[in-house]
Nanobody
Framework: QVQLVESGGGLVQAGASLRLSCAAS????????MGWFRQAPGKEREFVLQ????????SSADSVKGRFTISRDNAKNTVYLQMNSLKPEDTAVYYC????????????WGQGTQVTVSS
């Protein structure tokens, strides 16, 4: 019954901004680390950002540092991905994921939302 539902993807031009949202249900949201991953055509799934259960700690891939920000609102059971200065190489399906605090793997995944950045 756990569901992660992403929204906010779309087609934008290079340099534009997008904010993705991930609404979680069926879990105790405040007990989970939340993350964003992406997968471009022909490439393997790539870690982008994650945020601690409290929202006090984050980590990011080098490729998005300074451009992307992850945040969460535990009262709304929602995690966000703010993407600025988008580049064509950011084009991918973006996935929201959740993991229990003391486990190494992300066990729950959303269906993904397409982000396409044109040049």
């Amino acid at each position: 019954q756990v569901q992660l539902v992403e929204s906010g993807g779309g087609l934008v031009q290079a340099g534009a901004s997008l904010r993705l949202s991930c609404a979680a249900s069926g879990l105790t949201f405040s007990s989970y680390v939340m993350g964003w991953f992406r997968q471009a055509p022909g490439k393997e799934r790539e870690f982008v950002l994650q945020i601690s259960s409290t929202g006090r700690g984050t980590s990011s891939a080098d490729s998005v540092k300074g451009r992307f920000t992850i945040s969460r609102d535990n009262a709304k059971n929602t995690v966000y991905l703010q993407m600025n200065s988008l580049k064509p190489e950011d084009t991918a399906v973006y996935y929201c994921a959740a993991r229990r605090t003391d486990l190494p793997q992300f066990d729950y995944w959303g269906q993904g939302t397409q982000v396409t950045v044109s040049s």
